[in-house]
């Protein structure tokens, strides 16, 4: 299944799917499942604060526009009766302004390339501070309290780096890009 990108100030870019998990890391859901459809992507999440059930439908529009319908929503509001789900959020490029209305009427978030929802820059530097200190933990067994802590040339300590500076700066895209990369390491120290 090919990636929809999504241009975001600086030139870079970032794909539906890459906002699915940044949005999860910010909202604390941990995935419990991934199910490939026909049209997209199924994530079943868990609100570790609130515990409830969670799905984030990623839709790859095959239309040229790229434009979300009506029917999608429809097919995620059975999909979220059926299986019981507290929360639903839906990706996509673009929306039809019926999808629009539909997901209105049933509260489920819409994010696409025109809108995501706004984090504050602390509670993503937050985030990122977590993630590092878990890898941390991981890698070496500790957290480091001073520089000289780390071993060598650390790529989570790179990434640290880059992020205090990216914070300080005030660049959130950029932020977002190294909450990323500390997802990707994550994800690979899990499946080493």
């Known amino acids: 299944m090919s990636s929809i990108k999504l241009y975001k100030k600086g030139g870079l870019k970032i794909s539906i799917q890459d906002e699915a998990e940044l949005f999860m890391a910010m909202r604390n859901y941990s995935c419990e499942e991934r199910e490939k459809w026909d049209e997209g992507v199924d994530i079943i999440a868990l609100d570790t604060a609130s515990n409830e059930k969670v799905l984030l439908r990623i839709v790859e529009s095959k239309s040229k526009s790229g434009f979300v319908g009506i029917d999608a929503v429809r097919k995620m509001l059975e999909a979220m009766e059926r299986e019981d789900y507290d929360k639903g959020f839906l990706f996509g490029k673009r929306f039809t302004d019926a999808a629009k209305q539909e997901l209105m009427q049933n509260d489920i978030q819409r994010i696409s390339e025109g809108y995501m929802p706004r984090f504050k820059p602390e509670r993503?530097?937050?985030?990122?501070?977590?993630?590092?200190?878990?890898?941390?933990?991981?890698?070496?067994?500790?957290?480091?309290?001073?520089e000289s802590d780390c071993k060598g040339n650390c790529r989570i300590r790179i990434i640290s780096d880059n992020a205090s500076f990216h914070f300080e700066q005030g660049w959130i895209n950029l932020m977002k890009k190294d909450l990323k990369q500390l997802l990707s390491l994550n994800n690979s120290k899990k499946s080493d």
Do not use: A
């Open 124 to 146: 993503l530097y937050l985030r990122i501070n977590q993630y590092v200190n878990d890898l941390c933990k991981v890698k070496c067994g500790k957290i480091p309290e001073k």
